[in-house]
């Protein structure tokens, strides 16, 4: 696995430089069919391993903009962003069709993490993770064969530093497409709340995944929003393929 690591300023430039990401040869990258999990059948263009650093989260917008011209909507706006983290992250409720939400897990422990940095900022133990054996009460289950999909998002880890604080994020899977603008947005939503009432600043986001990929229904979608980077490489090129 060749790891991938990507600077940026906000999250709208996060995403925008993952995409473009996709289609430099220079990456770790691999395409392969799903044969189990979401979108079986369809193929993956995925990152061998993702590492996100967002210097500036808390810039508006905090979503994706498209250029003058793009002939594509923005996967998302910040209305939905608010709405899903609401709903999915600030509570534990299930409704009818679904196994768990994030907020399972997140939901239960946001206030033991506040009281944890306000008492102890220089601590490495302010973490939730998402998903596992443990929790598996939780959701009503006895057997984690019974969970269709374990939860993308697997961590969430603090750190105060000069009265600053940090977010890291670990995703086993990661829909770059969709997920990425409104699970980055979210996470930022949750630590500017967690920042606001433990009285620090909100400093930066570091993302991690060892599978973030784009399904191939959304290729000319990303291909349409990356398209100076593309014309830019000159007649020939192609998606990577692990052959």
């Not at 995403?15 to 990456?27: C, E, H, I, R, T």
């Not at 917008?61 to 250029?67: C, I, L």
């Not at 750190?159 to 995703?171: A, E, G, I, K």
Request: net charge negative; charged share 20%.
């Amino acid at each position: 696995m060749i790891p991938t690591i990507i600077h940026a300023r906000d999250l709208p430039e996060a995403w925008f430089l993952v995409l473009a990401g996709l289609y430099d040869p220079n990456n770790g990258l691999h395409r392969y069919p799903v044969q189990h999990g979401s979108y079986q059948g369809q193929h993956r263009l995925e990152y061998d391993a993702l590492v996100v650093d967002i210097r500036h989260p808390e810039s508006m917008p905090m979503v994706p903009d498209m250029p003058p011209g793009c002939p594509i909507p923005p996967p998302t706006d910040m209305e939905y962003v608010q709405r899903y983290f609401e709903r999915y992250f600030l509570t534990d409720i299930i409704e009818p069709g679904e196994t768990y939400t994030y907020g399972c897990w997140i939901a239960p422990r946001v206030e033991a993490i506040i009281r944890l940095l306000k008492k102890t900022p220089k601590t490495n133990q302010a973490v939730i993770n998402i998903g596992g054996w443990l929790e598996l009460p939780l959701v009503g289950l006895v057997n984690v064969d019974e969970r269709e999909d374990p939860p993308c998002l697997r961590t969430i880890h603090w750190r105060v530093m000069d009265d600053t604080l940090h977010v890291s994020v670990f995703l086993r899977s990661w829909d770059l497409w969709g997920g990425f603008p409104a699970n980055l947005a979210a996470v930022q939503l949750l630590n500017e709340l967690v920042a606001e009432t433990c009285g620090y600043k909100t400093g930066t986001i570091t993302a991690f995944s060892t599978g973030a990929h784009l399904y191939d229904h959304a290729w000319e979608l990303a291909e349409s929003r990356i398209g100076p980077v593309l014309a830019g490489r000159g007649e020939g090129w192609e998606r990577p393929t692990n052959g």
